[in-house]
Nanobody
């Protein structure tokens, strides 16, 4: 059974930083894409950042230059370094991992940015 365990959320003041981690276990297949989505209250879930096995990355326009995604393929772990956080970044952040046969979600971790 595939499991995604997230950590690193919390409360931070505007301008601060947080680092999210997501460790994935239980899959016999390699995950082509690993990334982060977020969902704020009253809004749809949106892509924040994703990274593929070939090293390519994709970011939402709203986080470019502030967030950095990285992954450790040997550990099946993906990270999201979030700098210069803004109150608009407040949301539940979900880890996502996908391969050819399916995609999986973590339970979510709350990130709250106070002004």
């Amino acid at each position: 059974q595939v499991q995604l365990v997230e950590s690193g959320g919390g409360l931070v003041q505007a301008g601060g930083s947080l680092r999210l981690s997501c460790a994935v276990s239980g899959s016999v297949f390699r995950f082509k894409s690993m990334g982060w989505y977020r969902q704020a209250v009253g809004k749809q879930r949106e892509l924040v950042a994703a990274a593929t096995t070939d090293g390519s990355t994709n970011y939402a326009d709203s986080v470019k230059g502030r967030f950095t995604i990285s992954r450790d393929n040997a550990k099946n772990t993906v990270y999201l370094q979030m700098n210069s956080l803004k109150p608009d970044d407040t949301a539940v952040y979900y880890c996502n991992a996908a391969h050819s046969f399916g995609h999986y979600w973590g339970q979510g971790t709350q990130v709250t940015v106070s002004s």
